[in-house]
């Protein structure tokens, strides 16, 4: 039995995908050998309902100086943090000399917009090669884990902040407790922390298993959120379900006390309860249907072979790897996955040793079907991609269910 990352309870495993490799190690032919495994697995807490992976290999091992992905690779993300970047200026940001911070700030999409206004700003990443990509662009980046002792040294170097964002960063940190306490160190008094994450309440609707992966070390409700913050002078006062990553929540914490709950937050706790998310039995009745799925998807795959219709990958995200391997689909399958990344091409996927090749494969000429990895972007992918379906091929998805289009 393992114990919860937020609040010691016991943690119980409600789905065990076996020996699975890291989500964004892409690798060359003669790592092959060399690969490294575990156990991914996710468990849920019997008392605070925070669902976490119950192994977690080293943060080292995942976030390093060749992390092969960068935000600004999506057009309609890069303006969604546009948008929230304004929106919590406006809303959040004081009149003289703010500060701003983001934690986990990848090649400084949102923070560019700081930069732009040449309002004060850090971000801080643990991933060089993303780091550098942000400085490039004149984004202040440190490259570091965030964590209570760098909270520390920030602190003496430019003082506090008046507005901590994180984006898709936060559930990616075991050592959620150590991040609080450096929040609650650096923020001033009137400060305001906003982060965005996948929300669990969409992964159990939607049968998005493939958020579980190695990165995803907790995958957040807001009972969560506000039991991990108990210990903090930090409370949640607001919430707001986002469409990103295939839906996320949006958390406003401030100090306690500083700020009256919304209704908006309440009617969503109220929601989460109503939606089984506080009930041992919801994440047990998810695995019957993430075992569905896989099959549905396998005899997808195997029915194209059969028929002798062509098939490719669309973008080689780090939530294929979970669907690639539990569902044990290789080349055999699935000769190639096309994704835009230049880190990724030329390379094999984690664990099934998929190659990944640039768009223009997709292009010269079309695969009869496309089984489409990044469905989060499916909006930003169909407009580009509307060739495709005039081809008189078709795609294949699995979110929330197994379907041709
Ligand atoms: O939480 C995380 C999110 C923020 O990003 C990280 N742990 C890692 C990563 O997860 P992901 O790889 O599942 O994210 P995406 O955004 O679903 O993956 C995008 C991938 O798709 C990139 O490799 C780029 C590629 N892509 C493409 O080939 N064509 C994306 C778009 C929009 C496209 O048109
Ligand atoms: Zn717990």
């Not at 990165?215 to 002078?233: T, Y």
């Not at 091409?345 to 099934?352: H, N, R």
């Not at 081809?391 to 294949?396: E, H, N, Y």
Request: charged share 25%.
């Amino acid at each position: 039995m393992k114990h919860c990352l937020i609040c010691s309870g016991c943690v119980e495993t409600f789905i065990d995908f076996g020996r699975m490799p890291l989500g964004n190690a892409f690798l060359t032919a003669e790592e092959f050998e060399t690969e490294y495994f575990f156990n991914l697995a996710a468990g849920v807490c019997e008392s605070c309902f925070a669902v976490q992976l119950t192994d977690q290999p080293k943060p080292e091992k995942m976030f390093h100086s060749r992390y092969p992905f960068f935000t600004g690779s999506s057009g309609r993300m890069s303006a969604h943090f546009e948008e929230m970047a304004r929106s919590v200026s406006a809303r959040f940001l004081p009149g003289s000399d703010p500060f701003v911070v983001e934690i986990g700030s990848n090649d400084g999409t949102l923070l560019d917009f700081f930069r732009a206004r040449n309002i004060r700003h850090l971000g801080v990443d643990p991933s060089s090669n993303v780091a550098e990509a942000a400085a490039r662009k004149g984004v202040q980046t440190l490259c570091a884990f965030f964590d209570e002792r760098e909270a520390g040294k920030i602190l003496s170097e430019h003082g506090s902040a008046d507005l901590i964002l994180a984006a898709n960063v936060i559930c990616h940190i075991a050592a959620l407790h150590s991040v609080l306490s450096g929040i609650d160190l650096l923020l001033t008094d009137a400060g305001v922390a906003v982060f965005e994450e996948p929300y669990m309440r969409d992964v159990l609707e939607k049968t998005a298993y493939d958020q579980i992966y190695d990165e995803h070390v907790f995958l957040f409700s807001l009972h969560a959120v506000q039991k991990a913050l108990g210990p903090h002078n930090l409370e949640l006062f607001d919430a707001q379900r986002e469409w990103t990553h295939g839906g996320s929540m949006r958390y406003f914490i401030g100090r306690k006390g500083a700020r009256p709950e919304s209704e908006e937050l309440l009617r969503l706790l109220a929601e989460e309860k109503l939606a089984g998310m506080t009930r041992m039995k919801t994440y047990e009745d998810f695995r019957g249907r993430c075992e569905k799925s896989r099959e549905g998807l396998v005899r997808a795959l195997e029915g194209f072979k059969k028929d002798g219709l062509s098939a490719a990958g669309y973008a080689a995200t780090s939530k294929s790897t979970t669907v690639l391997n539990y569902a044990g689909i290789g080349p055999d399958l699935l000769p190639y996955i096309c994704d835009t990344t230049p880190e990724k091409q030329g390379k094999f996927t984690p664990g099934v040793h998929i190659p990944v090749r640039p768009p223009e494969a997709f292009r010269s000429p079309y695969p009869d079907r496309a089984l489409l990895f990044a469905w989060n972007h499916a909006e930003e992918i169909m407009a580009k991609e509307k060739d495709f379906l005039l081809s008189g091929a078709k795609w294949l998805v699995y979110i929330p269910h197994v379907k041709t289009l």
